[in-house]
Antibody, heavy 121, light 110 residues
Framework: EVQLVESGGGLVKPGGSLRLSCAASGFTFSSYSMNWVRQAPGKGLEWVSSISSSSSNIKYADSVKGRFTISRDNAKNSLYLQMNSLRAEDTAVYYC??????????????WGQGTLVTVSS | SYVLTQPPSVSVAPGKTARITCGGNNIETKIVHWYQQKPGQAPVLVVYDNSDRPSGIPERFSGSNSGNTATLTISRVEAGDEADYFCQVWHSNSDHPHWVFGGGTKLTVL
């Protein structure tokens, strides 16, 4: 059974940093691209970042480029999102999601349950 | 940037057919994916590559894509289909390829 479990969310002050993790199991992690998607309270889905299976191709949304860094450790079956210079508008539930293939331009077939990030003073 | 437009809400009686649209400029040249999200839950992929269904998704869910509109069709709607639905495309027609989600449509089963 595929499982994606996010962790690392919490309350952080504006300008602060946070590192999210996503532990994957039940599939060959190194063979699939991975993604972060967020959802502000009561709002829709917003794509944040994607990384290919080998980390050779990485994409970011304009809203986070230069502040967030996606990475993965295939030996540890883990995905990460380093978030710096956090703003109030970054407040959201952050989901990790696996891609339906090795590239970044494939649909997201499995999703974790999400971790809440709250940016507030 | 590419914009996907969905109606905020669609209502349908049980047993009837629901059609949820996703509008975008020349969207037929793109590949559209659809997600279902029930309250308090993570999204679930229900249609990918315009019209394919992942394993485990009922045949009642189907998709199409033509002109400037992609459509998710849910036949014989059940109470359990009540959820938010989001369309998604990969916008590669720029020097900054990225994913785009539609704003979402709340499906209410009357």
């Amino acid at each position: 059974e595929v499982q994606l479990v996010e962790s690392g969310g919490g309350l952080v002050k504006p300008g602060g940093s946070l590192r999210l993790s996503c532990a994957a199991s039940g599939f060959t992690f190194s063979s699939y691209s991975m993604n972060w998607v967020r959802q502000a309270p009561g709002k829709g889905l917003e794509w944040v970042s994607s990384i290919s299976s080998s980390s050779s191709n990485i994409k970011y949304a304009d809203s986070v480029k230069g502040r967030f860094t996606i990475s993965r450790d295939n030996a540890k079956n883990s995905l990460y999102l380093q978030m710096n210079s956090l703003r109030a508008e970054d407040t959201a539930v952050y989901y990790c999601a696996s891609g339906y293939g090795i590239a970044v331009a494939v649909p997201f077939d499995y999703w974790g349950q999400g971790t809440l990030v709250t940016v507030s003073s | 940037s590419y914009v996907l437009t969905q109606p905020p809400s669609v209502s349908v009686a049980p047993g009837k057919t629901a059609r949820i649209t996703c509008g975008g400029n020349n969207i037929e040249t793109k590949i559209v994916h659809w997600y279902q999200q029930k309250p308090g839950q993570a999204p679930v992929l229900v249609v990918y590559d315009n019209s394919d269904r992942p394993s485990g998704i009922p045949e009642r869910f189907s998709g199409s894509n033509s002109g400037n509109t992609a459509t998710l069709t849910i036949s014989r709607v059940e109470a359990g289909d009540e959820a938010d639905y989001f369309c998604q495309v990969w916008h590669s027609n720029s020097d900054h390829p990225h994913w785009v989600f539609g704003g979402g449509t709340k499906l209410t089963v009357l």
